[in-house]
């Protein structure tokens, strides 16, 4: 079975651009989490999908969104890009929202000039 | 609110020394899960834990779940250079209502000098 993908792999942007970040779960994962990981600061949680809709939202500003279509793809969209955005964003798929296991796709590293 | 606590935060040893990394939880939990971060990797899942009081071995990790299913343990007998990274434990706590959200501790780093 093919794990979780992400796209893309690496990406460069400026100030003030926004981003589109792409996951594919797991076939037959219908919950993908979003988070954001940057050097000493672990894995901090940005939202979670399941069936198309929001069912958590971590502490991060309006900048930060996300959707999940039917085929339980997910993106997640920043715009207004800060220097600080410059993370690791990291995509986990599992079968359903309620604390199952999750698995973490490859990330992309983001790098805001 | 609720959290899962994982301490150190980091840790070095040297290599055959053994590692220790505890994980606390504010509330009970249904379950408790493990996963490791390889140094430009992705965290990657070890284990779940289930039942209060259960232990389970994989080689040379032995994880602990506490009896009152709030904390947990994950010990490394003679570590490798292979062991390094950033290991992270996480529970299903309460999000609101009957949401509920696996919750990952901070993680601890370990580094072995070999």
């Known amino acids: 079975k093919a794990g979780v993908t992400q796209t893309p792999r690496y990406l460069i942007k400026t100030r003030g651009q926004q981003v589109t970040l792409s996951c594919s779960p797991i076939?037959?994962?219908?919950?993908v989490s979003w988070y954001q990981q940057t050097p000493g600061q672990g894995l901090q949680f940005l939202f979670e999908?399941?069936?198309?809709?929001?069912?958590n939202k971590g502490n991060f500003p309006g900048r930060f969104s996300g959707r999940q279509f039917s085929n339980s793809r997910s993106e997640m969209n920043v715009s207004t890009l800060e220097l600080g955005d410059s993370a690791l964003y990291l995509c986990a798929s599992s079968l359903d929202p309620w604390g199952k296991t999750q698995y973490f796709g490859p990330g992309t590293r983001l790098l805001v000039l | 609110g609720q959290q899962v606590m994982q301490i150190p935060q980091y840790q070095h040893v040297q290599e055959g020394e053994d590692f220790t990394t505890y994980c606390n939880s504010s509330?009970?939990?249904?379950?408790i899960q493990w996963y490791k971060q390889r140094p430009g990797g992705h965290p990657v899942f070890l284990i779940q834990?289930?039942?209060?009081?259960e232990v389970k071995k994989q080689k040379r990790l032995t994880f602990q779940f506490g009896e009152a299913k709030k904390n947990s343990s994950l010990h490394i007998t003679a570590t490798q250079t292979t062991d390094v990274g950033t290991y992270f434990c996480a529970g299903p706590l309460n999000s609101g209502g009957s949401n509920y959200k696996l919750t990952f501790g901070k993680g601890t780093l370990l580094t072995v000098n070999p």
């Open positions: 509330t009970t939990l249904s379950n």
């Open positions: 834990l289930v039942k209060s009081g």
């Open positions: 076939s037959g994962h219908r919950s």
């Open positions: 999908y399941f069936s198309e809709t929001q069912r």
